[in-house]
Nanobody
Framework: QVQLAESGGGSVEPGGSLRLSCVVSGFTYGSYCMGWFRQAPGKEREGVAAIDEEDVTGYADSVKGRLTISQDKGKNTLYLHMNNLKPEDTAMYYC?????????????????WGQGIQVTVSS
């Protein structure tokens, strides 16, 4: 059974930091691209950061320089390091596994989703 389990969300003030983790089971980690998506109320789900099988990363323009995606293949774990958070980063964040050879930058690239975790940035 495929499972992607996020943790590490919560509430922080603007300028604060969080680290999201996603532990994966049920498939061979490292064989697919992985990504983080987010969805704010009333908005479409959007790709935030992605990492492929060769550890090449990509980011949405809105988060470049503030969010960093990484992975530990030995621990089957994906991370999202979030610094200098802004109120507009408030959303439900989802860990995702994408098709081999895809970029994991867009929803159609994805075949498995985590349940999501809330990140709230406010003063």
């Amino acid at each position: 059974q495929v499972q992607l389990a996020e943790s590490g969300g919560g509430s922080v003030e603007p300028g604060g930091s969080l680290r999201l983790s996603c532990v994966v089971s049920g498939f061979t980690y490292g064989s697919y691209c992985m990504g983080w998506f987010r969805q704010a109320p009333g908005k479409e789900r959007e790709g935030v950061a992605a990492i492929d099988e060769e550890d090449v990363t990509g980011y949405a323009d809105s988060v470049k320089g503030r969010l960093t995606i990484s992975q530990d293949k030995g621990k089957n774990t994906l991370y999202l390091h979030m610094n200098n958070l802004k109120p507009e980063d408030t959303a439900m964040y989802y860990c995702a596994a994408g098709y081999a050879g895809a970029s994991c930058a867009q929803v159609p690239d994805i075949w498995a989703w985590g349940q999501g975790i809330q990140v709230t940035v406010s003063s």
